[in-house]
């Protein structure tokens, strides 16, 4: 059974920062690129960020430089390290996987998680 289980979504002021976690098990983690989506209430899903098998980094344009992604396949978990948040980032946050790399759309074999949510509020 693969399972993708995002952590660390929470209430957070503008300005301030979060990391996202997400932990896969039931793949072999070291060869799939990782991603993470968002969707915001009423908008279209979009990809934000994504790292390669090999760890190459890909990010939407809105959130290069505050944003960044990172793994560890030693513990099967990719982070979303973001800072500077914004409003606008308020978001359902999912993690995805694909052999090798994130591919748009995503292809049959590709693994969502539940999502996280992230709220960037006063």
């Known amino acids: 059974q693969v399972q993708l289980v995002e952590s660390g979504g929470s209430l957070v002021q503008p300005g301030g920062s979060l990391r996202l976690s997400c932990v896969a098990s039931?793949?072999?983690?070291?060869?799939?690129?990782m991603g993470w989506y968002r969707q915001a209430f009423g908008k279209q899903r979009e990809l934000v960020a994504t790292?390669?098998?090999?760890?190459?980094?890909g990010y939407t344009d809105s959130v290069k430089g505050r944003f960044t992604i990172f793994r560890d396949n030693a513990k099967n978990t990719v982070y979303l390290q973001m800072n500077s948040l914004k409003v606008e980032d308020t978001a359902v946050y999912y993690c995805?996987?694909?052999?090798?790399?994130?591919?748009?759309?995503?292809?049959?074999?590709?693994?969502w998680g539940q999502g996280t949510q992230v709220t960037v509020s006063s």
């Open positions: 790292i390669t098998s090999l760890r190459n980094t």
């Open positions: 039931g793949i072999a983690f070291s060869g799939y690129g």
């Open positions: 995805s996987a694909e052999r090798l790399r994130i591919t748009v759309p995503p292809s049959e074999d590709a693994y």
